[in-house]
């Protein structure tokens, strides 16, 4: 029998589950499979409820098991459900990614009919559009830095090293064999990335789903997204710096211009469609990010 066990971290997120789970148990799937959530409580400061129990009646094809550990990061929650896992297919996901209908099956069918342990499948992820994206947002998905799946439109393939995004991607338990999420990034992310680049070196290759949709219910204002990007800058401890770019970036902020673009966005971010400038700013505090790291990544775990 096909087994296919999804896993969900999450971080103080019992309302965002609660909407995930529904997406979740309104999926169907081929018949053959067993399906099971494996949702890992990243140490929440309220302990996700026994979801286990309230929705273990609903489907009988659906089962769901809750673990838990100490606030350590996605990375460690992640892992440890990866160890607790036994299904022939992990499926990751967000706790704030909704499956829209049809979007699970589109991955279980894939994986019956790419057997081979190499074969993986990425979904699409698009903004609910019932948090009223704004902006920003909308240009965070297209030509941003967020999701850019607007470079692959039409591709039957995406690099791992760049698409390996675990909010929705599925792969065979197999193949991953002893590779985990890196537990060094604390922060924000990359350690996707750098496992979907680690698994592309061993021959991973990630097949799009342009049918399997899923929506990303998370709001965020103009502000909330440039803190995201000095987060990113600040993880990404082995970026490419130099010289020139340290004196680009002092520049920036010597004579004003970060100040002004901050000022600039905290008052119209959220309002304005202004895709250069969007760019400048967020590109602006990535950098902020990589050269303030130590400061950042401080206050983070404060």
Not at 14 to 34: C, F, N, V
Not at 61 to 80: C, D, E, P, Q, V
Request: aromatic letters at 12%; glycine letters at 6%; proline letters at 3%.
């Amino acid at each position: 029998m096909n087994t296919c066990d999804i896993i969900i971290p999450t971080y103080n997120g019992q309302e965002k589950l609660s909407y995930t789970l529904e997406a979740l148990l309104a999926q169907d799937i081929p018949s053959g499979w067993t399906v099971r959530v494996i949702v890992s409580d990243d140490g929440s400061h309220e302990p996700i409820a026994d979801i286990d129990k309230t929705y273990a009646w609903v489907h009988p094809w659906l089962s769901l098991s809750i673990i838990r550990s100490s606030h350590t990061g996605r990375s460690h929650a992640r892992n440890i459900a990866i160890d607790y896992a036994t299904g022939d297919i992990l499926l990751f996901l967000a706790d704030d990614i909704l499956l829209r209908p049809g979007a699970l099956r589109e991955h279980l069918i894939f994986h019956e009919t790419n057997n081979t342990n190499n074969m993986a499948a990425l979904g699409c992820v698009a903004w609910d559009p019932r948090i009223h994206p704004t902006p920003f947002m909308d240009w965070m998905m297209h030509g941003g830095q967020q999701n850019d799946y607007d470079a692959i439109l039409g591709a039957h393939t995406a690099n791992a090293g760049h698409y390996f995004y675990g909010s929705f991607v599925s792969m065979k338990r197999m193949f991953l064999e002893d590779n985990r999420f890196s537990e060094q990034f604390s922060a924000y992310g990359w350690e996707d990335l750098e496992l979907g680049e680690c698994l592309h070196t061993k021959g991973l290759v990630l097949h799009v789903l342009p049918n399997a949709i899923s929506l990303h219910r998370h709001r965020y204002t103009a502000s909330a997204i440039l803190e995201r990007q000095r987060i990113v800058g600040s993880a990404k401890y082995r970026v490419n710096t130099n010289a020139t770019r340290r004196v680009i970036h002092g520049l920036y902020v010597a004579i004003g211009a970060r100040a002004v673009s901050l000022y600039f966005i905290k008052k119209w971010g959220d309002k304005v469609n202004f895709p250069r400038f969007f760019a400048l700013v967020t590109a602006g505090e990535f950098w902020y990010g990589v050269h303030h790291a130590n400061s950042l990544l401080k206050s983070e775990l404060q």
